[in-house]
């Protein structure tokens, strides 16, 4: 690619030649997230060979998201390490909500300039994504958006395809009157809400590296920072070794909008408010927000990153297998007749 350079183009406030060299300086990241014998990224499609063995009807399950506005406090604090996890997790953790192990994973990066140092280590933390749900970076696109999006600014997308037999495609239908459900803790405000979080502490203009004793210490950047939590490789194990009914990725919409997409019509999850382990993040939420109950528990995960749906015989060995797998998972509450959805109590 040495003879592809073009002067009027640069001039335009495109630089193809930055795009060839981030592809080079984030090669290193993608290739940590590569099967045995696959090809480095570059050409026009990302190949990956299906690994159907083992399944009489295998079906794929394909997800896709971004990481909303929560990429401004990467931008303000000029932190681009993880936001790229984010970008992973929102896809990945939907398409194990339905039984599938994620197989493959491709990004989409628009940006004001192409900055490759910048660009690399954004794939970097994408590449850990990757790293941690078991799945290859197999390929993606960095656009440059020069006159439409300021120079700095950038926009983070991505999309997975998973596969499961469809033997084991979880059906929510199976769920009982008298199941439990069973809380995965998240790892704080994940990827959701934070429209409502930058109003709140107006992060424009606030301190966002100042220690707060409501955080243990930590500053509030660095703690809404934190990735979201890559679920995938502790629900396989689960998978494995309990009949999992149902299970739902507490994202935008909080507990009202999401748990009910794995339960029936007819039924609902009943939570006590206090068997919630709510972290210290959403009580600052709320109470620098004014921010009613409701409106928290319909916007927010309130530390509850997955709920997972079994029967009440099989929670505790559910418990158990979490728990070997690191996550801090308890008892949430039980499925009854209800046509709300979810009654917190």
Same mark, same amino acid.
Do not use: W
């Given at each position: 690619?040495?003879?592809?350079?073009?002067? =009027?183009?640069?001039?335009?406030?495109?630089?193809?030649?930055?795009?060839?060299?981030?592809?080079?300086?984030?090669?290193?990241?993608?290739?940590?997230?590569?099967? *045995?014998?696959?090809?480095?990224?570059?050409?026009?499609?990302?190949?990956?060979?299906?690994? @159907? *063995?083992?399944?009489?009807?295998?079906?794929?399950?394909?997800?896709?998201?971004?990481?909303?506005?929560?990429?401004?406090? @990467?931008?303000?604090? &000029?932190?681009?390490?993880?936001?790229?996890?984010?970008?992973?997790?929102?896809?990945?953790?939907?398409?194990?909500?339905?039984?599938?192990?994620?197989? $493959?994973?491709?990004?989409?990066?628009?940006?004001?300039?192409?900055?490759?140092?910048?660009?690399?280590?954004?794939?970097?933390?994408?590449?850990?994504?990757?790293?941690?749900?078991?799945?290859?970076?197999?390929?993606?696109?960095?656009?440059?958006?020069?006159?439409?999006?300021?120079?700095?600014?950038? &926009?983070?997308?991505? $999309?997975?395809?998973?596969?499961?037999?469809?033997?084991?495609? +979880?059906?929510?239908? !199976?769920?009982?009157?008298?199941?439990?459900?069973?809380?995965?803790?998240?790892?704080?405000?994940?990827?959701?809400?934070? !429209?409502?979080?930058?109003?709140?502490?107006?992060?424009? /203009?606030?301190?966002?590296?100042?220690?707060?004793?409501?955080?243990?210490?930590? =500053?509030?950047?660095?703690? +809404?920072?934190?990735?979201?939590?890559?679920?995938?490789?502790?629900?396989?194990?689960? $998978?494995?070794?309990?009949?999992?009914?149902?299970? =739902?990725?507490?994202?935008?919409?909080?507990?009202?909008?999401?748990?009910?997409?794995?339960?029936?019509?007819?039924?609902?999850?009943?939570?006590?408010? =206090?068997?919630?382990?709510?972290?210290?993040? $959403?009580?600052?939420?709320?109470?620098?927000?004014?921010?009613?109950? /409701?409106?928290?528990?319909?916007?927010?995960?309130?530390?509850?990153?997955?709920?997972?749906?079994? @029967?009440?015989?099989?929670?505790?060995? @559910?418990?158990?297998? +979490?728990?070997?797998?690191?996550?801090?998972?308890?008892?949430?509450?039980? %499925? %009854?007749? !209800?046509?709300?959805?979810?009654?917190?109590?």
């Amino acid at each position: 690619m040495e003879k592809s350079y073009s002067e =009027s183009y640069k001039a335009a406030g495109v630089d193809i030649t930055a795009g060839y060299k981030s592809v080079e300086l984030m090669k290193k990241h993608v290739r940590r997230t590569m099967p *045995a014998g696959m090809e480095d990224i570059g050409g026009f499609g990302g190949l990956f060979p299906f690994p @159907a *063995a083992g399944m009489k009807e295998p079906v794929l399950v394909a997800g896709t998201d971004g990481v909303g506005t929560k990429l401004r406090l @990467a931008i303000l604090l &000029d932190k681009h390490d993880t936001i790229g996890i984010d970008c992973v997790a929102m896809c990945v953790n939907d398409v194990i909500c339905c039984g599938a192990k994620p197989l $493959f994973f491709l990004d989409y990066i628009a940006c004001g300039k192409n900055v490759p140092e910048r660009i690399a280590e954004i794939v970097g933390g994408v590449a850990e994504g990757c790293v941690q749900a078991g799945c290859a970076l197999i390929g993606g696109e960095t656009a440059e958006h020069p006159g439409t999006m300021p120079e700095y600014d950038y &926009d983070l997308a991505g $999309f997975t395809v998973g596969a499961v037999d469809k033997a084991n495609v +979880l059906d929510k239908n !199976s769920v009982k009157e008298g199941d439990v459900v069973i809380a995965v803790a998240s790892s704080g405000v994940h990827s959701n809400g934070f !429209s409502l979080v930058r109003k709140v502490f107006d992060i424009e /203009h606030c301190d966002l590296n100042a220690p707060l004793k409501e955080l243990g210490g930590a =500053s509030l950047g660095e703690t +809404l920072l934190t990735p979201t939590k890559i679920y995938v490789k502790s629900m396989l194990a689960l $998978f494995e070794k309990v009949k999992v009914k149902g299970v =739902s990725h507490i994202t935008g919409g909080g507990f009202y909008e999401n748990m009910p997409r794995s339960i029936p019509k007819g039924l609902g999850v009943k939570i006590k408010k =206090s068997d919630v382990k709510v972290l210290p993040i $959403f009580d600052l939420i709320q109470k620098t927000g004014n921010i009613s109950e /409701h409106d928290m528990f319909n916007t927010f995960n309130m530390g509850v990153g997955l709920s997972v749906t079994v @029967a009440k015989e099989d929670a505790q060995t @559910a418990l158990a297998v +979490l728990k070997e797998q690191g996550e801090d998972a308890y008892l949430l509450g039980e %499925i %009854i007749k !209800s046509d709300d959805g979810v009654v917190l109590i």
